[in-house]
């Protein structure tokens, strides 16, 4: 019997933008990953009282 596996926060959100990326893009694989991983990083630097 397998242990159940959690996902940290990040994770999840990044599971979420990939899947938008994938839906609404040409991209796949290490390009919808990579500007996933980009687009999190650039919006947990916009201020909490701006987002």
Same mark, same amino acid.
Request: charged residues 35%; neutral net charge.
């Given at each position: 019997?397998?242990?159940?596996? @959690?996902? @940290?926060?990040?994770?999840?959100?990044?599971?979420?933008?990939?899947?938008?990326?994938?839906? $609404?893009?040409?991209?796949?694989?290490?390009?919808? $990953?990579?500007?996933?991983?980009?687009?999190? @990083?650039?919006?947990?630097?916009?201020?909490? $009282?701006? $987002?």
């Amino acid at each position: 019997m397998s242990e159940p596996t @959690s996902t @940290s926060a990040y994770g999840r959100r990044l599971k979420l933008v990939e899947d938008v990326l994938t839906d $609404r893009t040409k991209l796949d694989g290490k390009a919808v $990953r990579d500007l996933a991983v980009h687009v999190l @990083s650039e919006l947990d630097h916009i201020p909490e $009282r701006v $987002r």
